[in-house]
């Protein structure tokens, strides 16, 4: 689940959410259960959101009484902030995950480094 910097946010479908709820231990379950259901209506807002930014476009054009101007779409500037709060509460589910442990490096390895130290050395 985790991601790496620069790389896009995917929204998770609600089962891919629902279900990283069963890999949290079991007494942070109830916390990581409120983040999944504030995550499944994020994204239903994302949607939302996103469909009205792409039929409106990046840019309103405003009116108010004489007052007129071209601003940022609201709903594109509401998406911007939705994505990131959704990215930022992913992370904390992702926290409250097991930490991943390493495998042990497999003694074939270790063996071929040594063998190449020694046929180095020989020269």
Partial sequence: ??????????????????????????????????????????????????????EIGPLDFFVQGEQSMLRENPALKSYNTTIKNYATLLSKLTDLLPKATAPPPTTDAGDQFDSFVAGRDAD
């Fill in 1 to 54: 689940m985790a991601r790496k910097k620069n790389q896009p946010i995917r929204i998770l479908t609600e089962k891919e959410l629902k279900s990283t709820i069963e890999a949290v231990p079991e007494e942070r379950r109830a916390l990581a259960s409120n983040v999944v259901s504030e995550l499944i209506w994020m994204s239903g807002m994302l949607d939302t959101l996103k469909n009205k930014a792409d």
